[in-house]
């Protein structure tokens, strides 16, 4: 099995609502995501897939979150902005578009150096 792992940054601020505390209020990040894609097959150039368009993948996701207030965009208007839930949502916004071939084994997102979420389907 081979693993191919890209990452990106993007800064968008959020509110948790329902914790009690700090980070209830609104504050904001430099997200980082990183996104795993992993397959059993090299193409003829020994390629999984191409970083450059997996970059691409993940760019049409952040670029809808990038320099915006997440609690403002669905489906996080409804769904508490957590790091989790962004991962989630990078899964599953990106998952569909890689060829049958290629599986996106997991999404992380930092909220910090120090900090981050994973979403792995089982």
């Given at each position: 099995m081979f693993e191919v792992t890209v990452e990106e940054t993007f800064a968008a601020g959020h509110a948790l609502r329902g914790y009690r505390?700090?980070?209830?209020?609104?504050?904001?990040?430099?997200y980082r995501v990183q996104l795993t894609?992993?397959?059993a097959e090299l193409d003829g150039i020994g390629l999984l897939v191409?970083?450059?368009?997996?970059?691409?993948?993940?760019?049409?996701?952040?670029?809808?979150?990038?320099?915006?207030?997440i609690n403002d965009l669905p489906?996080?208007?409804?769904l508490n902005p957590s790091a989790e839930n962004l991962a989630k949502y990078f899964y599953?916004?990106?998952?569909?578009?890689?060829?049958p071939?290629?599986?996106?084994?997991?999404?992380?997102?930092w909220e910090t150096d120090v900090t981050s979420a994973t979403y792995r389907p089982l």
């Open positions: 505390g700090k980070c209830e209020n609104v504050h904001g990040h430099n894609m992993e397959g191409d970083f450059v368009e997996v970059k691409k993948l993940i760019h049409t996701v952040v670029e809808y979150l990038d320099h915006r207030f489906p996080f208007d409804t599953d916004e990106i998952s569909p578009r890689l060829t071939a290629i599986r996106l084994r997991q999404a992380r997102i």
